[in-house]
């Protein structure tokens, strides 16, 4: 005899298949018509089956960058006339894809060929009325401003969770995205400025979907959280977003900036054999390369090498100064409200093992090894004996066991995720909240069941990403590869509900009282929601260690800048 369960299951999907059919979902496609053009979506389907999700993917919002346009700014593309089929993924932006396929472990990685003309975006709505105006939700993939792109992430489940528009964005990356001489041959950021002409895009067409341009949420993680929380302080952003929200990427992290740009980029140029004397000739060689021998050169693992060798720079128009120093003033070119965190262990394994010497692993991690990457990496941001800053860094972290051989890889990457991480986004919290913007901190904390470092580590810098974007709920190949527990999809359905209140109302905690109240975070109490299966709130989180960080690299900073004398007193 089949049972109730059973019996519902197969009514419910009965029921499901009838209505998508009756409906056209199955049917027929999604057709948007935008001027003269008729752009031709899918219907998208997740495991909840809430309601329906129409999916239009690779519109592109600006010409190929290649030729003339390539190390510029981005030029804006006018729809063609005609149909447009918009039902599959267009192609990554150039980029290393071995290095791709380790960083984005478990993702659903495209086997199509990365291209040049790359620079398209994904909608994902649950509503063709033009008179919805739901919120709009636009992500912006991290990646080191190396890797990633808008086809990893399916906003399906979010969009249909929260009945909101999610965008998915493509931005040019590595030396392509980023290289830069400093002058008017090549300033830079050109990644950057895709991402503001996508929003522009966005406002001038999302209506069409269903959304509001009017209520635009950016949100972005690792190098994607950088670049919304940058795009904050950027005044030729005003109009085009309304809420920020940042995931483990604070634009006031000593990650944020390259420093000597030029270096780097004449280092590419030599590689490629781009040997001329003026920077012009220079950047005429190097757009007569191919894009994939650009993003293919290896930058020797030197003391000085950065993280990031290619990403945003100071270039006098779209980044001003640097973000810090903005923060830190006031300074916003945007008015709008922020939700900013980050993950209880964000150097666990990931950060760690990018900054190490070659083949660096929990095998050969000891105390002398934790000192000597302090010393390099100290170096970089305070001139002269950095023995004193070691020996009270190690006093900060020792606990009651001390740093040891066994203890020394762990207690090195709760340095490297406090410092760069945890630290610059609580500032960005004193910022905002003390200028009267609208502020929500948040701490991530659950392991997840998909994640395969070592057992010491926590919540690992960017683990959370499957929960934000209702992973748990899509169909198809992400779930042969990640694998969710109950209480996974109970907590990504709570993210997605924080994330989704957020956009829509500008507070976490939307017009209902479902979930545990998140307060706004206030320099006087320094409230922070800890993001867990049963989320709870606490307050002023490592506050020496916070002090600490926050002090040496301002101090660092303005330093370099000439605006502070005694930059290391107060440490």
Not at 107 to 123: F, G, K, M, T
Not at 398 to 403: S, W
Not at 456 to 461: E, L, N, P, Q, S
Request: glycine letters at 10%; one cysteine or more; aromatic letters at 10%.
């Amino acid at each position: 005899m089949m049972n109730l369960p059973r019996i519902w299951v197969i009514w419910s999907s009965i029921v499901l298949i009838c209505i998508l059919s009756c409906n056209g979902g199955m049917a027929s496609d999604p057709v948007v018509t935008i001027g003269q053009t008729n752009i031709r979506g899918r219907v998208s389907v997740t495991k909840a089956a809430r309601r329906r999700v129409y999916a239009f993917r690779s519109i592109y919002y600006a010409e190929p960058p290649v030729g003339n346009k390539r190390f510029a700014a981005p030029s804006p593309l006018s729809l063609p006339p005609g149909d447009y089929d918009a039902t599959d993924y267009g192609p990554l932006c150039p980029q290393d894809v071995n290095l791709l396929s380790l960083a984005f472990s478990g993702y659903p990685i495209p086997s199509r060929e990365p291209s040049e003309d790359c620079l398209h975006l994904n909608i994902y709505t649950p509503t063709l009325d033009t008179n919805s105006r739901l919120a709009v939700m636009v992500w912006i993939h991290g990646g080191a401003f190396g890797n990633g792109g808008n086809a990893l992430y399916d906003g399906s489940a979010l969009a249909e969770s929260q009945n909101v528009v999610v965008v998915n964005i493509n931005y040019r990356l590595g030396p392509l995205g980023f290289l830069s001489l400093q002058n008017k041959d090549a300033k830079g950021n050109y990644g950057l400025l895709d991402q503001q002409l996508a929003l522009k895009w966005v406002q001038n067409n999302i209506i069409y979907f269903g959304g509001d341009p009017d209520k635009v949420t950016i949100f972005g993680e690792s190098a994607g959280g950088m670049s919304t929380s940058v795009h904050l302080i950027a005044p030729s952003n005003k109009k085009l977003f309304k809420r920020v929200i940042t995931q483990s990427g604070p634009a006031t992290s000593s990650l944020m900036l390259v420093e000597e740009p030029a270096k780097w980029a004449n280092y590419v140029a030599q590689e490629v054999g781009c040997t001329a004397k003026s920077s012009e000739a220079v950047m005429s060689c190097l757009r007569s390369k191919s894009a994939d021998e650009l993003v293919h050169v290896k930058i020797p693992e030197t003391p000085d090498k950065p993280l990031l060798p290619f990403g945003p720079v100071i270039d006098g128009e779209f980044i001003r100064e640097d973000p810090m120093i903005l923060y830190q003033s006031g300074f916003f070119g945007v008015k709008a409200d922020v939700l900013i965190g980050f993950n209880d262990n964000e150097g666990g394994y990931s950060i760690p093992a990018t900054r190490g010497p070659s083949g660096l692993d929990l095998d050969n991690f000891s105390v002398d090894v934790f000192r000597m990457m302090l010393k390099t990496e100290f170096s970089k941001v305070v001139p002269g004996d950095t023995s004193e800053l070691i020996s009270h860094v190690e006093a900060l972290y020792a606990g009651e066991d001390g740093i040891t051989d066994e203890t020394a890889f762990q207690k090195f990457g709760h340095i490297v995720g406090d410092g760069l991480v945890v630290a610059p986004s609580l500032a960005i919290a004193e910022y905002t909240s003390e200028s009267g913007y609208y502020t929500f901190v948040y701490e991530y904390q659950h392991r997840p069941s998909y994640y395969k470092g070592p057992d010491f580590i926590g919540a690992d810098h960017g683990v959370e990403e499957p929960l934000v974007l209702g992973f748990p709920f899509l169909e198809g190949d992400i779930q042969d590869t990640m694998e969710f527990t109950e209480e996974e999809e109970s907590l990504s359905d709570i993210m997605m509900t924080y994330w989704g209140n957020f956009a829509k109302f500008g507070d976490p905690n939307g017009d209902k009282a479902e979930l545990p109240y998140w307060p706004p975070y206030r320099h006087t109490d320094k409230i922070y929601m800890q993001l867990k299966p049963v989320p709870e709130i606490a307050g002023n989180l490592k506050p020496n260690i916070v002090m600490f960080w926050n002090r040496l690299f301002s101090s660092a900073k303005l330093m370099k800048t000439g605006r502070h004398g005694r930059a290391m007193d107060e440490l």
